[in-house]
């Protein structure tokens, strides 16, 4: 690891209080190998260290906690044919449920942008802090993947259908609707986050906490429960699809013209992954199978057609390959879950789920 690798994520200690920072503002803090690395090693010293009775996850620059990994590199990769990105995945996934299962309180400061690989390194944190200008989000179907991170064990257990709108569309939710979904615990307008941070140096973290949370400004999720858990709880993409435009709200049609614009396949392997999800139990069974749907995704021509059309030529006229919903068989959507043998990600399940 270079002194260029320990810039990108950034580790002290105050008071008791270890911290890390993503610290690539430009490609807003996405995730690298090395940085999933640095991470790893630094909770483990501090799980066993006296000293650290806290950690806290930040993100540098203005814009957000982090964008997700680096999926430029991830289109290089599966462009060559190469293994690169299941190595970094494994490791990611490993880092996600070492942070679910971290024994002192990991406080993650999602503000600004936090998107995939930013969830898996905040949102299984067991104190989780969203601000007024918080943009939280899975959005792999647009770009042919499938959520991971764990994403597809947090949305599977969000109220009624919430965590299937979100998985399916890709949407940004703000502060009042991260919360609704269970993906953060506590709202602190983000210019009360420095204060907060200091003083959790000098206290611990429930003496700190109810200084600063407030309640968040509305959210929009809540007054659409209605159309969402009835048009969500069709058992196939297309029915989703159809209620969606039988409905006379308007969102719902909007919300049926944008889940026809990404990956066909993806949307498939998505609502299948989520269902499963609910069944696996912990949060190692299902980012074990979140490794199987990820690993088979490098060799699906989606992912890297995504991922040209909306990061790297940014034309946003990704030409999905199958075109169509009716084209991606069940067959197609079951090859995604096949075991893989050697290849396998284990990872050591507690019994809490």
Known sequence: MTAADDEQVRL?????????????????????????????RALAAWESD?????????????????????????????????????????????LNARIARFPKPYVAVMDGIVMGGGVGVSAHGSVRIVTERSRVAMPETGIGFVPDVGGTYLLSRAPGE??????????????????????????????LVPRLLADLARSSVDEVLPRYARRPPPGELDGGRGWIDEAYAGGTVEEIVDRLHALSVTAAKETAETLLTRSPTALKVTLEALRRARTLGPLERVLEQEYRVSCATLSSPDLVEGIRAQVVDKDRRPRWSPATLAGVTDEDVAAFFAPLGEGELRLAATDSP
């Open 12 to 40: 002290h200690i105050e008071g008791h209080t270890a911290h890390l920072m993503l610290n690539r503002p430009k490609s807003l803090n996405a995730l690298t190998h090395s940085m999933v690395t640095r991470i790893d």
């Open 50 to 94: 006296p000293a650290v009775k806290t950690v806290v996850i930040t993100g540098a620059g203005e814009r957000g906690l982090c964008a997700g990994g680096d999926i430029v590199a991830v289109h290089a990769d599966a462009r060559a044919g190469g293994t690169a990105s299941a190595a970094f995945w494994a490791d990611e996934y490993r």
């Open 162 to 191: 919430l965590g299937t709108h979100l998985a399916l569309t890709g949407r940004a939710v703000g502060a009042a609707d991260a919360l609704l979904c269970g993906l953060a615990d506590h709202f602190v307008p983000s210019e």
